[in-house]
């Protein structure tokens, strides 16, 4: 019998380097991302915030903005998991951090 997987919260910083022009098009793929939210915004720089139950969101996320126009690059920060043990589990959770 294969255990049920841990439920997981990730959040992770990114950095968006951007053309001017493509600002509108990235506060609309932000406001339609669910856990996606606009930290700093610069002329041609924006430090976004991501929260999501596990890392295909966040890989998602990184696409999504990857595709705008005008958009550079996209780089990954921070990234934090807290894994949270299955109902009955007295285990401690176990973090995990990656600093890119």
Same mark, same amino acid.
Do not use: F
């Given at each position: %019998?294969?255990? #049920?997987?841990?439920?997981?919260?990730?959040?992770?910083? &990114?950095?968006?380097? *951007?053309?001017?022009?493509?600002?509108?098009a990235?506060?609309?793929?932000?406001?339609?991302?669910?856990?996606?939210?606009?930290?700093?915004? #610069?002329?041609?720089? =924006?430090? &976004?915030?991501?929260? =999501?139950?596990?890392?295909?969101? &966040? %890989?998602?996320?990184?696409?999504?903005l990857?595709?705008?126009? $005008?958009?550079?690059?996209?780089? &990954?920060?921070? *990234?934090?998991? #807290?894994?949270?043990?299955?109902? $009955?589990?007295?285990?401690? =959770?176990?973090?995990? #951090? =990656?600093?890119?």
């Amino acid at each position: %019998m294969k255990p #049920e997987p841990w439920n997981e919260w990730h959040v992770a910083s &990114l950095v968006v380097r *951007h053309h001017p022009a493509a600002i509108p098009a990235l506060a609309d793929a932000v406001a339609g991302a669910a856990g996606l939210d606009l930290a700093l915004q #610069e002329d041609t720089c =924006s430090v &976004l915030v991501q929260e =999501s139950d596990g890392t295909r969101s &966040l %890989m998602a996320s990184i696409d999504l903005l990857q595709a705008l126009p $005008g958009v550079i690059t996209v780089n &990954l920060v921070y *990234h934090h998991v #807290e894994r949270q043990a299955p109902p $009955g589990d007295v285990s401690a =959770s176990d973090p995990q #951090e =990656s600093h890119g």
